[in-house]
């Protein structure tokens, strides 16, 4: 039996060469090398501290999960983490 961190290894490889492989279909003037395979973000691109910033403290996205700022899946929001952490913790200890 495969161990739980050599399969999520394997799985990111296997996402990584279908992102690769999907931007070495298109004609070269069409890639964008950052898009979704199989519903999962990938990122190819050199990074910027703008989308880096925006991966992980961006207080105006609402979303906990962002797009991963280089490779394939996703980064923490840790703008939008901190507060719902501490609301779940005041929500528990009111209990």
Do not use: C
């Amino acid at each position: 039996m495969m161990k739980p961190g050599r399969l999520i290894r394997t799985a990111v490889l296997l996402l990584a060469a279908a992102a690769l492989a999907q931007e070495l279909g298109k004609p070269e003037a069409e890639r964008t090398w950052h898009g979704r395979v199989l519903g999962v973000p990938y990122d190819f691109r050199w990074p910027t501290w703008q989308r880096i910033r925006d991966a992980y403290w961006n207080p105006g996205d609402p979303r906990i999960l962002t797009d991963r700022v280089v490779g394939v899946g996703w980064s923490v929001n840790i703008a939008q983490l901190i507060p719902r952490l501490r609301e779940a913790y005041v929500t528990l200890s009111d209990r």
